[in-house]
């Protein structure tokens, strides 16, 4: 299946992708393009978005908008991050992030496919139920349960090391590392354990992988990016309190 199509020419400059500080989807080729090294970074422009991805606007300049989305020089386009992290480690193979044997590399995509299928899908609810005056109570147990087995089938399937995979990093490391960040940095919003507490290989991995330069830089992205965006929003909802406020007062 194809994942790639023309674009307007207005695009046609240097790869340009379309990625945000915090997305565990957009973080993960962001995370590949670093491990590549400054080579690559070079190529590669990264492009946040002029606003919320579905707008009108940004609809209509790009139908199918999502972080990230890979513009490259010939015009075409690549979706799915895994599609893109493949693209990445095939364009530059030094250094690989494909293990070297057909069972490691066939472990690497299913941990991938793991961590996207077991463990950000019911992530991602619980990111749009942050607010607990909003959110449905339900929706949240249930993926809080969905979010638990799904760490359960990575405990099961994780080697014990301080990589995902092969004794290095390879793109099953740039699929875990931002999706346990952001699940140890929402929990607390859901009065949660923390996923490691009962799983000692993942516990082990985490701190072992975090001594990786590439990992702490993206890391430190991260947590510098969210808790800007925090402090925007807070600003946000404060200045929106204060016009509430005055136009009662009139």
């Not at 859901?190 to 702490?216: E, G, M, N």
Request: glycine residues 4%; hydrophobic residues 45%; aromatic residues 8%.
């Amino acid at each position: 299946m194809r994942v790639c199509r023309p674009v307007d020419r207005k695009w046609r400059m240097t790869m340009r992708m379309l990625n945000t500080g915090s997305s565990a989807w957009g973080v993960r080729a962001r995370m590949a393009i670093y491990a590549k090294g400054e080579a690559l970074e070079r190529q590669v422009e990264l492009v946040p978005p002029r606003g919320p991805l579905n707008m009108p606007d940004f609809k209509a300049e790009f139908r199918f908008g999502r972080v990230p989305t890979l513009w490259l020089e010939d015009g075409f386009i690549l979706q799915e991050s895994e599609a893109i992290m493949d693209y990445f480690d095939d364009l530059q193979p030094d250094p690989p992030l494909k293990p070297d044997t057909i069972l490691d590399r066939a472990r690497m995509r299913m941990l991938i496919r793991l961590t996207d299928g077991s463990v950000l899908n019911h992530l991602s609810i619980l990111f749009r139920s942050r607010n607990p005056l909003t959110r449905d109570q339900a929706a949240v147990d249930a993926a809080l349960l969905g979010l638990a087995d799904g760490y359960d089938r990575l405990e099961y399937h994780m080697p014990g090391g301080d990589y995902a995979i092969a004794g290095r990093l390879t793109l099953a490391d740039c699929t875990l590392v931002p999706t346990i960040w952001l699940t140890l940095d929402f929990l607390p919003f859901f009065d949660a354990p923390s996923v490691l507490l009962t799983r000692p290989k993942l516990a082990r991995y985490w701190q072992a992988v975090q001594r990786d330069p590439i990992v702490a830089r993206i890391v430190s992205e991260m947590s510098i990016h969210l808790r800007a965006a925090r402090a925007a929003r807070i600003a946000a909802e404060a200045a929106e309190q204060a016009q509430s406020a005055n136009m009662l007062s009139r």
